[in-house]
């Protein structure tokens, strides 16, 4: 009979993944249960307003929800009625005494392995399903085996998923990983993992490793894709120097089948829960193995996502005749990326704070994220939060494209051409919008990399 599994952690990553896991294993039940009640009840809503937005999230939830998946903040009972338990909390960067700004903090996800020893009474297989620092499932195991009659095994199960595509991502990743203990009670835990993604992934794509291996590759294939960013955003300031196009130098480039075509997008700099944060951990463990020069060279990675945003401010100023004060500016889009309301780590939040200092009267819109903004930014006043872009665009000396929702391109510019003050100024920080249609209404226009 097919093992029935719980997630400890109802968020981005635990919410989605198990929706997922319920829908394509119709003969296991699934539960998610967290520490956060309100989190719970937005799960459970009747209205399905769910506490995170995905597209196509709300369909697949209401297609499972009360049939084989389960949200509660019992977790005492799931503990013990399942065999199989995903651990999905949070893993923040720690910002208090060693490694502070760097390691992972791993409080939360050590207080989750001492309460599925607490509620246990019969083995389980444990999977991380966070990201973690190499070597965490050495501790969780210690943790788990330590004084008790029950058998615990851990795997690492990272998780590939972007947010804004997180349900495809599940239905059909490039990729599954799978990491584990090579002994024989290793190997029978890492087939009970396989077979709960077997119900729909091709086999040849779910890769199993050792545990090491699957808790690094998850590190590293985010550091490579952040550094992809910071790569191409590196070369977007020399092309706004020189005269080159970012866009066509990043079509060149990636037509050589070595490279490849994604990720190349020359933007604000990357956001999100996870890129900094799992950048920052690898700096710390190259640090903590005297890697100093390996180190050094993923922090760079960061440094020019920082340096990305400071140059948007820098050049907002030269070209607003070198003050910014008591001009309105208003940011289109605070969501760290299109199809999200997440705005952790969001550029869109420097960007914002810069711009406080210099004294802008600041005006941020977006279609998801206007709650998050204005809590992400409740320590500033004075901003104005308008969830239409016309309205937000009233009386602007300039536009900020930060985010690249879709609809921006069809928006009739022309009418916020007209509410505008005059300089009207778009910085399109995404690209995505067509300059010559925005120069001919009379707008002048500030691209990245061009
Ligand atoms: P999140 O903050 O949205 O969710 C974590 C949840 O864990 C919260 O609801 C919190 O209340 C709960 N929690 C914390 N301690 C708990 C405890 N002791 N018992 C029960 N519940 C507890 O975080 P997230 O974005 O889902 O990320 C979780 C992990 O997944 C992180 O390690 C992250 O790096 C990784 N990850 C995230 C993404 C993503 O797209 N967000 C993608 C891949 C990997
Ligand atoms: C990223 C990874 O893509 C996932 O594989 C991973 O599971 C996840 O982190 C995680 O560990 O949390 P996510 O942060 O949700 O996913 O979104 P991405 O699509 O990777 O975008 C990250 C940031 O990079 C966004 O701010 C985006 O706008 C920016 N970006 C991305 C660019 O500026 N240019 C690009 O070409 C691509």
């Not at 910085?427 to 995505?432: L, M, V």
Request: contains cysteine; aromatic residues 8%; glycine residues 6%.
């Amino acid at each position: 009979m097919n093992k029935n599994i719980v997630c400890i952690g109802a968020g981005y990553i635990g919410g989605p993944t198990m929706a997922v896991i319920a829908k394509m294993n119709p003969d296991r039940k699934v539960y998610v249960v967290d520490i956060n009640a309100d989190r719970i009840n937005a799960w459970n809503s009747e209205d399905f307003n769910l506490p995170i937005y995905e597209p196509g999230l709300v369909d697949v939830v209401k297609e499972v929800r009360g049939k084989n998946l389960f949200f509660s903040t019992d977790i005492e009972s799931a503990v013990k009625e399942c065999d199989i338990i995903f651990v999905g909390v949070n893993t923040p960067t720690k910002m208090f005494g060693r490694g502070a700004g760097r390691a992972s903090d791993l409080q939360y996800w050590e207080a989750t392995a001492r309460e599925i020893k607490k509620f246990a009474t019969t083995d389980k297989i444990v999977i991380e399903k966070s990201t973690l620092p190499v070597r965490t499932a050495a501790a969780m195991a210690a943790i788990l085996n330590d004084s008790t009659t029950c058998q615990f095994t851990v795997l690492s199960n990272p998780e590939f998923l972007a947010e804004g595509t997180a349900i495809n991502d599940l239905i059909d990743p490039d990729r599954v990983l799978i990491g584990g203990p090579q002994d024989a009670a290793g190997k029978i835990a890492i087939e009970e993992a396989v077979a709960i993604y077997a119900a729909w992934v091709p086999r040849e794509k779910i890769l199993t490793t050792n545990v090491w291996s699957a808790e690094l590759t998850k590190l590293a294939a985010n550091a490579f894709l952040a550094q992809r960013v910071s790569s191409i955003n590196a070369i977007a300031g020399l092309c706004e120097a020189t005269g080159a196009d970012v866009d066509e130098v990043a079509k060149v480039i990636g037509a050589d089948s070595r490279i490849g075509p994604k990720f190349l997008k020359a933007g604000p700099g990357f956001g999100g829960s996870c890129f900094k944060k799992d950048v920052l951990n690898l700096v710390y463990l190259c640090e903590s193995f005297g890697l100093q020069a390996a180190a050094d060279y993923w922090d760079q990675v960061i440094k020019m996502n920082d340096f990305q945003q400071e140059r948007i401010v820098s050049r907002l100023f030269t070209e607003m005749f070198n003050t910014l004060a008591n001009k309105k500016i208003t940011l289109f889009g605070f969501a760290f990326k299109a199809d999200t309301g997440d705005t952790r780590e969001t550029p869109s939040g420097k960007v914002a704070r810069l711009l406080v200092d210099e004294h802008v009267r600041l005006s941020i819109t977006d279609p998801k994220a206007l709650a998050n903004a204005r809590n992400d930014l409740s320590d500033l006043s004075g901003i104005d939060y308008v969830e239409d872009e016309y309205k937000a665009a009233e009386d602007a000396d300039a536009i900020v494209v930060m985010t690249d929702w879709r609809h921006y391109p069809t928006l009739d510019w022309k009418r916020i051409f007209e509410v505008m003050r005059k300089p009207a100024l778009v910085f399109d920080a995404r690209n995505c919008l067509d300059a010559a249609m925005l120069k001919d209404i009379g707008f002048k226009v500030l691209n990245i990399g061009k």
